[in-house]
């Protein structure tokens, strides 16, 4: 294609909005536009990369069996009704009505969708497993849209979906597209883990997510320094065996705090460390409330509190809720002397601990030489906090590390949630009825195409791997008006294309430095550049990646370049 021809809009600073170098280098080398916030359009250059990614992934899909179709983004309110998630999937969820005022949603996920097909045609075991997947555009109503393609509004995603006979067969299937997955993200060139996750609003319980490593990333992956262990910070367990204390416990005081509202300020001002205070903060779970207590150096991690309760629903409470409740805000909250109607649940952490601070539930009061097992009742004890690092990795081998990672895929393991919900159900070889099990497979197809700029740039652009990148050639006829480089980059342009090598050629009539800094900024994988030796049939090539560049004659170009992406 000729350069001169195609719309690529480049800039030469960086648009003010964008904090990440994917955002900051696909706008400005022209591979995409923003029409509003979290909604992009992918321009020429864009869309080429877009259909590569798309290409691993449906030649990836298509080996592991499942069968690619096309369902419609509009989705009928009855559909998430029936599974239950109208009302709990969030404000994520864009809603609108038609002019008969009946409700809808833009397909955010289409698990409602495919189980509606699949119940009302598959009925006999002998048509499963089955296993069909779409690459289709979702909508998310993002609160906070950022980050280019990261995190936006509407994007493009691979979502596959299987039905099977049973929980082995699922797990069949499960492993067949946790495969399919490693091997997408290793042709697409990237540095990636996958870690044991939540399944959120998805439903399930078996998961995992595929991590993109990069410093940009808004996941955090605890990882063991000296096996395979790799988890979402969610969920990865802590497995310490706190030791008993050997104080003795003294008598329980209150003691004044005035305008002491942290943790930190709190153990400041009473003259402890941070691990000897109890940090206690309020949740709503299913409408019920849930005092959780941790340790004052220790967070408190909302997705176990989810899976502890088996919730739909965890939000904190609200201060009003709170003063309702307890008579005091969050700054003076503890687990002594709390009503009837407020559950208390105590990190392990907590449950041996001796002569320790909380607050008293009174303004500007905090309770010292508090005991546990003493002061206060706890419904249970659980695993309720964050790990950190040092923490003993979960696997039993090693010390817990942490990394920042891209979410770029996410496979999971339905079960039955959606076939029970929806009346999906299939006739065994005995002729008794029984329901599907499913599993859900997703992948970002746009995310992705911006996780691999993350890890592909350098201070000029990008620099594509080569089986991503939007073409393999990039030829620059540094001076059009001369005869001679303007004949010879003519024919090497026919000369690769007719060999079947995709090629853009800047063609236009710009300054050479202009030619140059828009092919770095590009990160085409190999530049032909015909300048001052085109009388005598010279060109240079240079690769983006490496910097390396050699004087070639122009009867060895497709040898030199078919050689070159042989071997990537």
Known sequence: MKQSQMLIPTLKENPADAEIKSHQLLVRAGYIRQIASGVYSFLPLGKRVLRKVEDIVREEMDKAGAHELMMPALQPAELWQESGRWNTYGSELMRLHDRHEREFALGATHEEVITSIVRDSIKSYKRLPLMVYQIQNKFRDERRPRFGLLRGREFLMKDAYSFNESFESLDESYTQMFNAYSKVFEKCGLDFRAVIADSGQMGGKDTHEFMVLSEVGEDVIAYSDTSDYAANIEMAPVVLDYPESNETP?????????????????????????????????????????????????????????????????????????????????????????????????????????????????????YINVTPKRDFKVKAYADLRFIEEGDPSPDGQGLIKFARGIEVGHVFKLGTFYAENMNASYLDDQGKSQTMVMGSYGIGVSRTVAAIVEQYHDENGITWPAHIAPYQVHLLSLNPKKDDQKQLADELYELLLSSGIEVLYDDRKERAGVKFADSDLFGIPLRITVGKRAAEGIVEVKERQSGKQDEINQSDIIDTVRQWFNNK
Not at 266 to 274: C, F, P, Q, R, S
Not at 322 to 340: A, C, K, M, N
């Open 250 to 366: 003294l008598n329980l005081e209150k003691k004044e705090t005035p305008d002491q509202k942290t943790m930190q300020e709190v153990a400041d001002y009473l003259g402890h460390d941070l691990n000897q205070g109890l940090k206690s903060i309020m949740f709503k779970v299913d409408e019920r409330f849930v005092m959780v207590v941790t340790r004052g150096d220790h967070e408190t991690n909302d997705i176990k509190l989810k899976n502890f309760y088996d919730a739909d629903i965890v939000e904190l409470a609200t201060e009003e809720e709170t003063r309702q409740l307890l008579g005091t805000g969050f700054g003076s909250l503890g687990p002594v002397d709390v009503p009837e109607e407020v559950e208390v649940i105590g990190d392990y952490a907590v449950e041996k601990l001796v002569n320790v601070t909380c607050g008293a539930n009174k303004e500007g009061y905090h």
